[in-house]
């Protein structure tokens, strides 16, 4: 028996000690809310060029981040900036991530079909995510307890929500779900609830009441999905999404990175359900190096 | 030459036991070791009595654990209320009342259930018990403590099942025997005289059952909602511990504060599996010598 | 003394509440089987079995989850046999009772109990970290390894156990050593034993995502490993991820529900071929 699995193993790790495979790829991590996107456009640079080899994973901004400053990817997918803490941990490792910027998203806020609300403030996303609002009557709807559904600390969006319209800590019975779809998902069944995800899921979800959001108090309130007035800034929750890439822009990258900023690669943004860069950000990407 | 040779191996398996008690050894060390670092800038007492879990608020970063062991300690309890007597009525089906080719057939199917993988009985919790929990309780979301409780439920039934099912069947036959002959009904023996007999074995049983539910991570990690707050009933959503590694060392660069308290909560989980296991094991052991 | 119509009614409750129980528990297992099978009924073909997927993972098979599954749940074994037999051999067949045999078996008993995440947690620090494996095929096989070993120990000393001491004695009177003894008389006897709770470990290991989590398993990867220390797909993980952090949740329902049912059934066939083994053995050594 001993003699058998002896054999075995070496018999395997002979096949499996190869050359190393994992050389080759173009390993892409991080966030939930890139990922369906950066999946089409690295299926559709794969088709174009046989030879190169892209994988894309998620697990949220911070993991993707985290996998770059650990070295462990060579891009990162961030729906939220590096914060100052994590640039000085990746300096301190050797990591010099660069960014550049790969698409626009309107943060929609989605509320179950049955919800009468039809629009809030940013200020009342704020307070109800606070906890600071706890029923939906306070804001003009029918008496229920609001059932908060959000992300997790992994994710770049749960921290986008902290730091631009929050700006303070989730109350601590917000349901954390695992991802953008986890979140649809949750609210079709819950009358009563309320959640964040990326344009791009909440356009093409269907159970699903998409609310417009106003700037402040008396201002109109512009749905997320209106492009025009996300693009000429009226829609008052919009964010960039980046990509940081590990040391300058060179060779593979470089190569996947200008394929998802030629007319092509926005393209396929658009019909992924998001908006393609502004003239600012394509300035941004050209100061940057692409 | 032979002797040596005799020796020679003999020592090679003393080493191949040792190895095990390095391996224990080696993850408490190891476990420690990453551990600490944590509390260069966490209070002890914060981490021990804290109830917020927020170690990467920009705000109010908090590293206590309170609310999190609450909820694991929800789970597992909720769990036990079902497992425990479904399990041991099972248990005692199988020794007592079933015949022996049902009981032939029967422990077989008990141990299959015993083979499901928890991300089985996790998706499960997401697709199908969640919904049903909703429905029955008239609330709107199934991913809640109730939830982990019947999933748990159902991954600490064989364990249970099977242990004190061997428990039971240990008993001596003299036991049985002597409460039959004094006119006693086979319910009234096995209720006043088998499971006393048993007891410290059924004991051991539920302690491991409780230790599988302690530990068990995918299954909660799906079906429980993952609210980090402090519990405040069954319907609420929870976070235990092991979900809160499982959803956090995935996101944490590493040899940060937050990576090191991660390890200090696995210290935490480490160290009351282990006071569990050793309880099982003082009751098997209590069991053993009362059949002899 | 209770009266005798008495003491049959409450037998009767008694013991119906008992059946109850097991009913209850055979219930649990026809509704998961139930609902695992039928919702994934017209999902597994031969394309889904042997095809990578497709299209962000909306289409196509579960090729690479098979595979990875396979590779490491193959390392696991490499790793935790030999190391299992052997400590299991020194438990049962040289040690005698004292302290250090009663400290091995404790170590035991507590590393069975120890939860998966902390294994995992300990893949990380040792496997990925310290040992700079990375995160690949080797630290999750080594990582699952360790969460099989208690396993494998006690399955092969209750086969060692189940060899009678005379085929021991016997040998060891008629001048042979002790290795000698176990080589010839004891470890034939007790390889059927062996192996079957082996194959069981190895079925619970194939099964488990938390210690593969964050030593190994990826999600999307554009190809099969081919070195140890490559990332790989796993079916536990694979589910993990079809049904909470997917993109497209309902669209890929039925594809996680495929998943279940090869990952429910991988386990259940190796579950049933140690079994089958066992008694084939068993059956071919009585000839």
């Known amino acids: ?290 | 030459m032979s002797r040596f040779k005799e020796k020679f191996i003999r020592n090679l398996f003393l080493i191949n036991g040792l190895v095990v008690i390095f391996i224990l050894g080696g993850i408490f060390l190891l476990l420690i070791l990453n551990a600490l670092p944590t509390f260069k800038d966490v209070s002890w007492k914060e981490f021990l009595v804290g109830t917020s879990w927020n170690p990467s608020s920009d705000y109010h970063p908090a590293y206590g654990i309170v609310s999190m062991v609450v909820s694991t300690f929800m789970v597992t309890i909720g769990s036990l209320v079902i497992a425990v007597p479904v399990g041991i009525g099972t248990a005692a089906y199988l020794s007592d009342v079933a015949h022996p080719k049902v009981r032939e057939i029967a422990k077989p199917v008990v141990e299959i259930l015993a083979g499901i993988p928890s991300v089985v009985i996790g998706f499960l919790g997401i697709v199908m018990v969640g919904p049903f929990i909703a429905k029955m309780t008239g609330t709107y979301s199934g991913l809640n403590a109730l939830n982990g409780s019947v999933l748990l439920a159902i991954m600490a039934l064989p364990t249970i099942v099977s242990l004190s099912e061997d428990a039971l069947a240990n008993v001596p036959k003299s036991f049985q025997e002597a409460s039959l002959a004094l006119g006693a009904s086979h319910w009234q023996t096995l209720l006043k005289v088998k499971l006393q007999a048993a007891s410290s074995g059924i004991i051991a049983a539920c302690m491991l059952g409780m230790g599988r539910a302690i530990g068990e991570t995918m299954t909660v990690l799906m079906a429980t909602g993952n609210a980090p707050a402090f519990p405040s009933g069954f319907l609420n959503s929870v976070r235990p511990m092991t979900s809160t590694i499982a959803i956090e060392l995935g996101e944490v660069p590493y040899y940060t504060t937050h990576y090191h308290a991660l390890f200090a909560i696995g210290l935490v989980l480490f160290l009351i599996t282990f006071i569990v296991n050793l309880i099982a094991d003082i009751a098997l052991n209590r069991y053993e010598k009362k059949i002899r | 003394m209770k009266r005798k119509s008495v003491k049959f009614f409450e037998q009767f409750l008694g013991f119906g509440f008992l059946r109850l129980c097991m009913l209850l528990i055979i219930l649990i297992l026809v509704i998961i089987f139930y609902d695992i099978v039928s919702k994934s009924w017209g999902v597994i073909t031969w394309e889904f079995l042997t095809q990578p997927p497709r299209n962000g993972m909306t289409e196509g098979g579960i090729l690479p989850a098979i595979v990875g599954t396979i590779f490491v749940t193959i390392i696991t074994a490499i790793f935790s046999i030999p190391l299992g037999m052997g400590c299991a051999i020194y438990l049962n067949e040289y040690a005698k009772k004292s302290h250090l045999t009663r400290l091995i078996r404790i170590s035991i008993r507590n590393l069975s109990g120890v939860p998966s995440i902390v294994y995992g947690l300990f893949g990380v620090a040792l496997f990925v970290e310290a040992l700079h494996f990375g995160t690949c095929l080797l630290s999750a096989g080594l990582t699952l390894g360790l969460m099989t070993l208690p396993w494998t120990i006690t399955a092969s000393e209750e086969a060692l156990k189940g060899v009678p001491l005379s085929y021991r004695e016997g040998s060891l009177a008629l001048g042979a050593t002790q290795w000698q003894s176990i080589k010839t008389n004891v470890l034939p006897y007790a390889i059927p034993g062996m192996l079957t709770g082996t194959i069981l470990g190895l079925a619970r290991a194939a099964g488990e995502t938390a210690p593969i989590l964050f030593t190994g398993a990826a999600f999307a990867l554009p190809g099969l490993p081919k070195s140890l220390f490559d990332q790989f797909m796993a079916m536990p993980y694979h589910l993990y991820i079809m049904s909470t952090q997917h993109h497209a949740i309902t669209k890929v329902r039925p594809i996680a529900y495929g998943t279940a049912l090869v990952l429910v059934g991988v386990v259940f066939l190796m579950n049933l071929s140690a079994i089958l083994l066992r008694y084939y053995l068993r059956k071919a050594r009585q000839e």
């Open chain 1, 1 to 290: 028996m001993k003699k058998i699995s002896i054999v075995l193993g070496i018999f395997i790790m002979l096949v499996l000690s190869n050359v190393s495979y994992a050389a080759n790829v173009l390993q892409v991590k991080g966030s939930d809310t890139l990922i369906n996107m950066v999946q089409k456009l690295a299926e559709e640079y794969m088709k174009a060029n046989p030879d190169k080899l892209v994988s894309v994973t998620g697990g949220g901004s911070g993991t993707g981040i985290a996998a770059l400053i650990n070295k462990k990817c060579d891009i990162a997918n961030a729906s939220r900036l590096m914060k100052g803490k994590e640039i000085e941990l990746a300096t301190s490792r050797q990591a010099s991530p660069v960014r550049i910027v790969l698409a626009l998203d309107s943060l929609s806020i989605i509320v179950n079909p049955g919800n009468g609300i039809e629009s809030l403030t940013v200020d009342q996303v704020g307070k109800i995510y606070k906890g600071e609002i706890k029923n939906w009557k306070e804001v003009g709807g029918n008496d229920m307890p609001i059932s908060l559904y959000g992300r997790q600390s992994n994710s770049g969006t749960y921290d986008f929500m902290i730091e631009d319209v929050m700006k303070g800590d989730y109350s601590p019975s917000m349901k954390q779900m695992n991802g953008n779809a986890q979140i649809v998902e949750g609210i079709k069944a819950d009358p009563s609830a309320v959640g964040y995800v990326g344009v791009g899921y909440a356009r093409n979800a269907q159970g699903i009441k998409v609310l417009k959001i106003a700037n402040k108090a008396g201002a109109t309130a512009y749905s997320p999905l209106d492009t025009a007035n996300v693009k000429n800034g009226n829609y008052p929750i919009t964010r960039p999404l980046n990509q940081y890439v590990e040391g300058s822009l060179t060779g593979a990258a470089k190569d996947f990175v200008a394929f998802e900023l030629s007319a092509e690669g926005q393209r396929i943004v658009e019909e992924e359900g998001f908006f393609e860069i502004s003239q600012e950000y394509q300035d941004f990407n050209k100061n940057a190096g692409m």
